[in-house]
């Protein structure tokens, strides 16, 4: 063969190729082996293909066909079904793709932030038995990688696949999600698919579109600087070289490495000059106020014999910011920041009888740093537990000046739209779950504008009318107060529940299930629980679920009294564990509010306070934190937080 000729051959096989490759029918992520879709409704099936190609769907005994438009985008629209499967789905054109393992059921969109995202795994020790019985075929997930994109509106996902829940899988579920689908399947014996869309962290502005946010000014323009390359990669350069500097600094001059000889880590490190403290609490209460950098703490653990050898569990707790354990000399385990439980696997032959030393490292980045109270501090191997509370000793390993942090692109407004909303747009949903608002939080005005906007415009770009949208308040959190006082979170979950004017709106109360000392509650059962009663009312119609707590609904003042009456009683009122009712407070015409004596009488809260004698306001669990706040219905849901004074108090 003529070189010429042999060339030509090549230039013909790689044009044939090249048509082949650009002619290969595509699917999004979504549409992927083990998917759930929506029962009851028209299914959109999509993908991309050569322009002008055929493509052919077969699905459940019926032939779909359409031609992929000049971008080369194709949509086929599927008839209703039924619940059932599992189906196979083949999809023809140049090119074959089997789809296998399909249920329809019912598809639910979870988004928000890490209350949302917080997985199974975090929660563990709390379900085990749960864990162990998770094993459901019809229960199945899928959790969109996070990415953020301020440009345009993204097409397609960088990864993700649909898992069925089972011991192993079911640990990177969103928590809350999957105790709300397991309550659904059990009611409905019909499969459940969750698309988990959630980014830790980030604000309402983030999940909002650039044209929805054209209401916001402030966030519009936000958004056109981070579609400036340049910007961004400066940023972040800028945030990498300070960060870098302040790390390397810091292990230069930590006195626990640098130090010839022994290293602090060590057991055999003496310790007659450092200080002692009391553990757990945190830093301002100790010496160390005002101190970030690297603090050494270490504390001596007698073992008895019958656990020396063992693996076990070291507990501790929180710690604020970074920490790594160390445990007879040996690294046990570390968690770069403040949020996650630190629970370590002690390998065996670690523990020794009689005296083991047990070293954390801290590093205190910026704020207060320490060890966070009323959390779980212990090490336990066999059957043996102690405690870690108590006396421990200490020493400054570094001081350093507090680290501002980096940029969060992922917070900036419509990024998290474009990259993880706008992939899903055409996948049918039952519902949304919307947990998030902890970082709007300090700003509830806007909130009040914020999430009617979040939850129209999802409805407008999910083209299915008005979804049911179901939102979770915000918990109890933070240190509570001896008198009432005005209240951030307290303005942000009547924020919250302002939304609910909107058409098909529900929301689960959680004002009883929150821990001051973590924005992270574990419990998500109850979350999950509560989702799904609201959700049966709502997005199911089932109007015989009791699916709320009390919700206020008139007051009357009778001379010193005031009447209040509610909503969503179910089969009464009840004082939750017993007891003089909580949290309620009250106010005379000079607007001060001081602590009230409550009652349940024939169905109504009678409210009194001493001193008042014309009273014009009541509030109920009006705090970041009401602790003991304890108005519920017999069915164990709580009264939502509410005021009187909405129109006569400050919006702030």
């Not at 008895?304 to 007879?328: E, K, M, Y």
């Not at 109270?373 to 059957?383: S, V, W």
């Not at 089932?542 to 969503?568: C, H, Q, W």
Request: aromatic content about 10%; overall charge neutral.
């Amino acid at each position: 063969m003529r070189p010429q000729t042999r060339h030509l051959l090549i230039i013909l096989l790689a044009l044939l190729c090249s048509i082949g490759a650009d002619g290969q029918v595509r699917l999004p992520r979504l549409i992927s082996d083990g998917m759930v879709l929506q029962r009851g409704d028209s299914i959109k099936i999509w993908g991309w293909a050569a322009p002008g190609e055929e493509v052919k769907v077969d699905f459940v005994g019926h032939n779909y066909q359409t031609r992929a438009d000049a971008t080369g985008d194709w949509l086929i629209m599927l008839s209703p079904l039924p619940a059932g499967g599992p189906h196979i789905m083949k999809i023809d054109a140049t090119n074959s793709i089997t789809v296998a393992d399909i249920l329809v059921g019912d598809v639910w969109l979870c988004s928000g932030q890490s209350n949302m995202e917080l997985p199974v795994r975090r929660v563990r020790p709390l379900y085990e038995a749960e864990i162990a019985a998770s094993a459901n075929n019809y229960i199945r997930s899928f959790t969109v990688p996070k990415n953020y994109v301020f440009k345009e509106p993204q097409k397609d996902l960088a990864s993700g696949s649909w898992k069925a829940a089972d011991p192993e899988t079911v640990l990177d579920f969103s928590a809350a999600a999957w105790f709300f689908a397991r309550e659904l399947y059990e009611a409905y014996q019909i499969p459940v698919g969750l698309i988990t869309s959630a980014f830790g962290g980030s604000p309402a502005e983030a999940w909002i579109s650039e044209e929805s946010l054209k209401e916001f000014p402030g966030h519009y323009n936000e958004l056109q600087k981070c579609k400036s390359d340049s910007l961004m990669s400066a940023i972040a350069a800028g945030d990498q070289k300070r960060i870098q500097e302040w790390y390397g600094q810091l292990i230069r001059t930590d006195e626990g490495y640098k130090t010839p000889g022994v290293k602090w880590h060590d057991p055999a490190m003496k310790t007659d000059d450092w200080k002692t403290t009391t553990i757990p609490g945190f830093w301002s209460a100790m010496e160390l106020k005002g101190v970030n950098g690297v603090v050494w703490f270490r504390k001596e653990i007698l073992v008895p014999a019958s656990a020396a050898g063992q693996p076990g569990t070291l507990n501790l707790g929180r710690i604020v910011d970074a920490d790594s354990a160390f445990l007879n000399g040996t690294f046990i385990g570390t968690v770069s920041y403040q949020y996650p439980p630190r629970r370590y696997t002690i390998p065996a032959d670690v523990l020794k009888e009689g005296s083991n030393i047990l070293t954390v490292r801290v590093i205190s980045n910026i704020g207060d740093g320490g060890f966070v109270p009323d959390k779980p501090y212990d090490l336990t191997a066999g059957t043996f537990t102690t405690s870690l509370e108590g006396e421990w000793k200490y020493r400054v390993g570094a001081v350093m000046p507090p680290l501002r942090g980096q940029t969060f692109f992922g917070y900036k407004p419509a990024g998290l739209y474009n990259a993880m909303l706008a992939p899903l747009l055409q996948y049918q949903v039952k519902g949304i779950l919307w947990y998030q608002g902890e970082s709007n939080a300090g700003r509830p005005d806007e909130y009040r504008e914020l999430l009617p906007a979040l939850i129209i415009d999802w409805r407008h770009s999910l083209g299915q009318g008005d979804i049911p949208f179901i939102i979770v308040q915000l918990p109890n959190f933070m240190e509570a107060r001896d008198e009432p006082s005005e209240s951030s979170w307290a303005l942000f979950r009547e924020a919250q529940a302002e939304a609910l004017k909107l058409p098909a709106t529900g929301m689960a109360v959680t004002i009883d299930i929150g821990e001051w000392n973590d924005i992270h509650p574990l419990n998500k059962k109850d979350v999950g629980t509560r989702l799904a009663l609201v959700a049966r009312r709502v997005a199911y119609g089932d109007d015989s679920i009791v699916a709320y707590g009390p919700t206020y609904k008139s007051m009357e003042v009778r001379r010193r009294k005031v009447i209040l009456t509610f909503d969503n009683t179910g089969s009464g009122l009840i004082v939750e564990g017993g007891g003089n009712l909580k949290q309620f407070a009250i106010a005379g015409d000079d607007g001060r509010f001081i602590w009230a004596t409550a009652r349940i009488r024939r169905g109504r809260v009678i409210v009194k306070g001493k001193g008042i004698k014309k009273p014009v306001a009541v509030r109920y669990a009006w705090a970041d934190n009401p602790e003991g706040a304890n108005l519920f219905n017999r069915e164990g849901l709580p009264a939502a937080p509410f005021r009187t004074d909405q129109a006569v108090g400050s919006r702030q």
